[in-house]
């Protein structure tokens, strides 16, 4: 990999110190990215140098996913130097290009610069400009742009800021964050598909009934009511991180597979997609809010009574939908998708349903069998099981499902971050956001945004703890949802 200089907008944000400083550390302590390199953390407050890195060593000790030896964490915070400016203002941007050219000749850095946005998405366009007009784009080496979500709220907005990032970054130079792309399992899916025959032979509507993906938090809104109010369930995962799994479960990867034929094949998920026509999506796409309830003994408050809500908010906490990809390998089954707060259990997953033979031989054994189940744990652990159907001794003619495990731990996987700041470095842009993706994400979704807006559709309530309104298990009819708690 070659030496790069990290140009961080936010760094005195929760972001940084949650995530970042603690990817980029980890990283370091594997030798994943050069021993020489420079970062310069950007913010509104005044910092010094050594206050930015005593708070960058503060953030390790409290969130890196390793023990952090001092010694070494001396030696990591020595590459970072802070500096105060104001986005708006292009003078800041002078002193900026000044400090990050000095350190570029101090450290012997060939140009490359990684220009990494963890600010709020008002700025994203306003920063690319002044990159561009103060000169800092100009380099002997690469640039690039790391963007973090959320890109637009709708379909108008989206495009609007692309059209405006177009004319500073170039596609290729844009790197959108879809922390989801990052998570281990996640970038294990392409590879589970294509490099095993039996799921392989197996992955279309042949064999497979439907999929389920699942993205259940037991948190509520937390300390971000106003953001969440104005945004719900449906931007903050369903628009990017739920269809990001979806693109990622259902692609068919030739083997090898490369960057560009992983983001064609996730488009062509998409241009796939049934579009819901207004009339059908009450039929399709369920809605909820969360009351109070009780969570791991907890006794929590429902939505409407958490700080910072609008008193009578129509805010989704809570999406499912129904979907049909009309191709060649999914025509005719189901995707079902949910994701909600205050849900029972944490839990990213995806469930692959087979189908069941023995029903269109008409076996009467079919009734006693459970159906064989692919499950792909994606967080908190990650892990992937089959379930099996094996004889029941003490019942002859009956079945025991078993399930086939392969866990991994999750404190021993690298950090989505840790993936993402590692491939923004080296230019690898398989696990980010391409634009043909954030756009045919949100034409898809707004109609139901519409909706939304509108209260064309019933907003269901579901207790703190549940798994959701029970709109969302009628959603499936004869299927249902597996391995609820
Ligand atoms: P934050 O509010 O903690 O930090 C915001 C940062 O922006 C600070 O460093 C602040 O100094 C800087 N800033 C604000 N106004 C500025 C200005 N006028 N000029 C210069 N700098 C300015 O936010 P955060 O939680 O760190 O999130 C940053 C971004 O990442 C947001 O776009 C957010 O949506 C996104 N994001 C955050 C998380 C998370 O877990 N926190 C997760 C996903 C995405």
Known sequence: MEAASIVLFGATGDLAMRKLYPALFNLYMDGKIPSTFSVIGLGRREWTDEYFQSHIAKALNAFSRRKPDETLVREFVQAFRYCALDVNNSEDYTRLKELVVQREQQLGLAGNRLFYLSVGPEFFATIAEQLIQSGLGETAGWKRLVIEKPFGRDLASARELNEKLSHFFSEEEVYRIDHYLGKPMVQNLEVLEYSNPVIHALWSNRYIANVQITAA???GVEERAGYYDKTGAIRDMFQNHMLQLLMMTTMHLPNPSTPEEVRRKKKSVLESLRPLQPEDIAAHVIRGQYQEGVIAGQAVQGYLDEPGIEPYSQNDTFIAAKLWID????????????????????????????????????????????????????????????????????????????????????????????NLIFDALRGDATFFAHWDEVELSWAWVQPILEAFEANALPLYTYKSGSNGPEAAHELLGSDKWWLDK
């Not at 004889?391 to 495990?405: I, L």
């Open 217 to 219: 938090e037991t948190v």
């Open 327 to 418: 191709n060649h390998f999914w025509k005719g089954i189901p995707i079902y998708i949910r994701t909600g707060k205050r849900m029972q259990e944490k839990s990213t997953r995806i469930v692959v349903q087979f189908k069941d033979p023995m029903e269109s031989y008409n076996d009467p054994r079919h009734t006693t069998a459970e159906p064989n189940l692919l499950v792909i744990e994606i967080n908190p652990n990650e892990g992937i099981s089959l379930q099996l159907n094996t004889k029941d001794a003490d019942h002859p003619g009956q079945f025991v499902p078993v399930r086939a495990n392969s866990m991994t731990h999750a404190a021993d996987m690298p950090e989505a971050y840790e």
